[in-house]
């Protein structure tokens, strides 16, 4: 008699006006765990016979642990422990055990009357027939012909992360993670073998799912994803169209196993503080400094220099650390809850979590809370159906203190009064310097809620050996609130008589996808034909206000009196039309083809390019496959591989391609009249950045999955970037949005994963990876001419540093011997910076600023060094990025103002007694070129 199965009912009720969430509330119906629950119940009544056993390598005789052992047909079964050695009651003497390991074949035995089982599994390469998510589907890595990167839950779970994004850093060869911020949460990018574009979004697609996200990467907990996969070139990326030229990621969230109902809890606790800070000057040396850089004779006393209140402060002995006060050593907690479990036809994973992030900034906290639930049924044999769903609710109330001022904040001047209380104006003389800790004042609220659902029901038609039939259907919700009140015991709101900003930002996104799959074996020959009909459609509404003016701060930013409020209204919508076909075949495990082709139409394209055609294709050799192979004992896999494709960046905004105006009302007589102007030009002939690639691989692994590399070399051409072109200002206007620019990327990946030691109580795994990405501007505006104003260059990198080249300091000998006279600044004096006259012609202009480096890294690296003794794992992270040359600010020799209002680092600056070639002297004239 067929087992009962698992039934869970999920129910998602919302008060809603217009489109706007009014409550959001999550209701469990009912989760009854019955799974194979006539089964058991049999197997209760009946007797039961105890098979012990042990399981160990073939090749070694060694122990195989976590090795599992399953009563064939039910959800029985148990693994080996760190012996081999395993104990079953089973409900049949004649039953037969399936017993399977990753990195061995999986094996059958029927007891027939035997209760002590000795087996051998025999080793294989987990690299064949490992499955990897693809676009719209999965694949054996054996077949894969695209660039296709993996990284497992376990690399997720290992580090306390709050973003999985910081778990790809240094994971992988060609995903490049850079930092913009370093609060509770932190600001991460994303780029995917380099940078194409030179104004548009370089960020990839993620696709959660099986369904594009366009949400915060922080929403989705690192503690639910399965599996992560990054889709590198054309041939993996162009299933994806317009959005896949920058690369996409496919984040699988986890689905429940079968078996018994299994409860997990896992709870981290960390701590965070900064790091190489630079030392700023105290108030005893902000003193000296400003002295000497005001100081116009001898005469003039260094008191004199100073303001009333810094005098004061000076002589009580104030010293504001600034940083200090700012910051804090951080925190963060998180606690996850998951239940999982289900048999051969039902699947359920339900998972709470709860963390909070206390950054380094003082006031600066993120609280998030997810539940997800995942569900997968099969009805029939022909017949099933699922759903993923992820509810986040996020609070970031406060404002963060002014971590970046407190870097130029005056020593000399303090954030409290003699009380203890916090003042609006710290320095009355200098009234536009506000006080670090202002922030700390305002009130803050700031709530985000979203909730993501991605489902399918997925049909196998009898009729038609091999054809299936899916629909994908995802649902993004949004709704983001915040408030923002400076009263007047602040500087901004003392003002302007109080200021409150206001904003609610709703997302309401749908995808509907129908996928049609037809996979077949003909003789030695397989093919997999993959056809897909989507629609997707994004619709955002953002109403913002800035309101100032109030009678009072009782009521804060929701007062209804404030005496000017100026409002934005951002309404928004763009849908997406797309036609997908894939072919996968395969002859004889050995030669490879994959070609692919999708049709995309955009709403935000121009009338004359409403659609685009993206196409592909791959070829891939199973060299080790091949009977003529000589070293088929150490090698188990080596194939090479080619791809050449084209794909898409679909980098216009919806409504970028009209013409646009703004409101210019006037004064007529007494009575204002309404007046617009032009602030665009339409173009109808706007359409997607295109990038054609090229990328040629190989993949080898040996001896048993003991070593396993891939070498990867490609190329990208990238054209039609959109780019402002200057035009006559005739019309008002000075510049129009064309398809006119090209450049051109190339660069190597290569990772190597190693498995020093494979023993049951000792394990050592080591993963390497190394990049080498170059781009380079080919054509601007289509006349091949540099634009030196935004900093692009014929040739060069798209990111560069553009000026003067530091040449040293001019010394006191170079002026008595008539250096400095004969030089190309013939005004400098002793202490004054030396710049590098690069066209020689004797002066120092515009002219001779020249590359200084560049922001794109030369390489990247990381390594990772895994050891598990017994249940203790522990792992070692190494990353590196190198060749990036950057300006840091808080070095500039000018940053006080000439008044000197201002901190910086503290330095050794040049004078007669000390000659160095480092810093200039101390003077608002000594670096005119800074």
């Not at 051998?120 to 660039?147: F, H, N, P």
């Not at 007062?559 to 075949?585: A, H, K």
Request: proline letters at 5%; charged letters at 20%.
């Amino acid at each position: 008699m067929r087992p009962h199965s698992s039934l869970l009912i999920l129910i998602w009720v919302f008060s809603m006006r217009g489109t706007r969430f009014r409550r959001v509330t999550l209701v469990v119906a009912a989760l009854i765990a019955t799974v194979g629950a006539r089964t058991e119940l049999a197997a209760q009544a009946a007797p039961t016979v105890t098979i012990r056993g042990t399981v160990r390598a073939s090749d070694s005789s060694e122990p195989i642990p976590a090795a599992s052992v399953l009563v064939k047909g039910t959800t029985i079964g148990t693994q080996t422990s760190d012996s081999g050695a395993f104990t079953l009651r089973v409900p049949n003497p004649n039953a037969t055990l399936v017993f399977s390991r990753i990195g061995f074949a999986r094996q059958e035995v029927a007891l027939a009357g035997r209760t002590t089982i000795d087996l051998r599994l025999t080793r294989t390469a987990v690299s064949l027939s490992e499955v990897v998510v693809v676009g719209y589907g999965t694949q054996k890595r054996s077949d894969i012909t695209g660039s296709v990167t993996s990284i497992g839950p376990e690399r997720l779970e290992e580090k306390p992360n709050s973003n999985f994004v910081q778990a790809l850093e240094g994971s992988m060869p060609g995903v490049t993670v850079t930092t913009s911020g370093a609060g509770s949460e932190p600001g991460l990018s994303i780029q995917v073998r380099g940078r194409n574009s030179i104004s548009a979004s370089t960020s990839p697609l993620v696709v959660v799912d099986g369904i594009p996200y366009n949400g915060p990467l922080t929403d989705i907990s690192p503690a639910d994803i399965g599996s992560l996969e990054v889709l590198k070139d054309a041939s993996a990326t162009a299933i994806y169209g317009t959005r896949g030229s920058n690369g996409v990621i496919l984040v699988t969230t986890k689905k429940g196993a079968p078996g018994k109902t299994r409860f997990n809890y896992d709870g981290q606790l960390s701590s965070h503080t900064y790091s190489n800070i630079p030392r700023l000057m105290n108030a005893s040396e902000f003193f000296d400094f400003k002295c000497v850089r005001l100081r116009t004779n001898p005469t003039q006393t260094c008191e004199g220099l100073l303001t009333a209140t810094e005098l004061r402060n000076y002589k009580a002995g104030v010293n504001t650390d600034w940083v200090r006060l700012g910051t804090q050593n951080g925190k963060q907690q998180q606690h996850v809850l998951t239940l999982s479990g289900g048999s051969d036809d039902t699947r359920y994973y339900v998972a709470g979590d709860a963390l909070k992030v206390d950054g380094v900034a003082i006031n600066d906290v993120y609280n998030r809370v997810t539940m997800r639930v995942n569900f997968d049924q099969k009805i029939r044999s022909w017949l099933s159906f699922g759903t993923a769903n992820n509810a986040v609710r996020t609070i970031r109330d406060g404002v963060p203190a002014s971590f970046g001022t407190a870097f130029t904040s005056n020593p000399l001047i303090s954030p409290y009064d003699s009380a203890g209380n916090q003042v609006r104006v710290p320095w009355p003389e200098d009234p536009i310097t506000a006080n670090v800790l202002e922030n700390l004042l305002a009130q803050n609220e700031d709530l985000n809620k979203r909730l993501f659902s991605s489902n399918y029901v997925q049909l196998s038609i009898p009729q038609v050996e091999g054809l299936t039939y899916r629909l994908n259907a995802g649902l993004d919700l949004a709704d983001a609130n915040s408030s923002t009140y400076f009263g007047r015991n602040t500087q901004v709101g003392f003002t302007n008589n109080g200021r409150g900003d206001l904003a609610n930002t709703r997302r309401n996104d749908w995808t509907l996808e129908n996928v049609f799959r037809l996979a077949r074996t003909y003789g030695r020959g397989t093919f997999d034909l993959t056809g897909v009909l989507s629609e997707a459609a994004t619709s955002l509404a953002i109403n913002s206000s800035r309101s100032i003016g109030y009678p009072n701060d009782v009521l804060g930013a929701r007062s209804t009196l404030p005496l000017s409020i100026v409002p934005n209204i951002d309404d928004i919508e763009s849908r997406l039309v797309s036609q997908v076909g894939r072919l996968n075949y395969s002859f004889n495990e050995r030669y490879l083809l994959t070609a692919t082709v999708r049709r995309d139409g955009f709403s935000g394209f121009g009338r004359n390019n409403k659609y685009g055609v993206f196409p592909t294709l791959a070829v891939g050799w199973n060299v080790a496959n091949e009977s003529f192979f000589p070293w088929k004992e150490s090698v188990d896999a080596l194939k090479l591989r080619f791809s050449y494709g084209k794909t898409g960046n679909q980098a216009i905004r919806p409504y970028q391609t009209f013409a646009q105006l703004d409101d210019r009302s006037y004064l007529n007589g007494e009575v204002t009249a309404p007046g617009y102007n032009t602030v665009t030009l339409g173009n109808p002939d706007l359409k997607w950045e295109s990038t054609t690639s090229k990328n040629l691989a190989m993949d080898l692994s040996m001896w048993h999955d003991r070593m396993r590399a891939t070498l990867e070399a490609y190329t990208a051409s990238t054209s039609d970037l959109l780019l402002r072109r200057a035009i006559s200002p005739v019309h008002g206007i000075t510049s129009i949005t064309q398809n006119i620019g090209k450049t051109a990327n190339r660069g190597v990946d290569f990772q190597l994963t190693t498995s020093n030691v494979d023993r049951p109580s000792f394990e050592w795994h080591t993963d390497f990876n190394l990049s080498a990405n170059r781009n380079k501007i080919v054509d601007l505006y289509g006349t091949q001419t540099d634009d030196i104003n935004n900093g692009w260059f014929i040739g060069m990198p798209i990111d560069v540093n553009y000026g003067f080249k530091f040449d040293g300091i001019f010394q006191t000998a170079d002026s008595a011997s008539g250096a400095i006279a004969r030089s190309a600044q013939p005004t400098a004096k002793p202490g004054y910076i030396r710049a590098v006259d690069i066209n020689g012609d004797g002066k120092i202009d515009a002219l001779d600023r020249t590359f200084i480096g560049s922001l794109e890294p030369s390489y990247t690296a990381g390594l990772t060094n895994t050891v598990r003794v017994g249940k203790l794992t522990l792992s070692a992270f190494f990353n590196t990025v190198q060749g990036v040359t950057r300006t840091n600010d808080l070095l500039a020799t000018n940053q006080t103002f000439t008044d000197v209002r201002r901190n910086m680092v503290f330095r050794e600056w040049w004078t007669p007694a000390n000659p160095i070639n480092s810093y200039p002297a101390n003077s608002n004239f000594s670096n005119p070129l800074g």
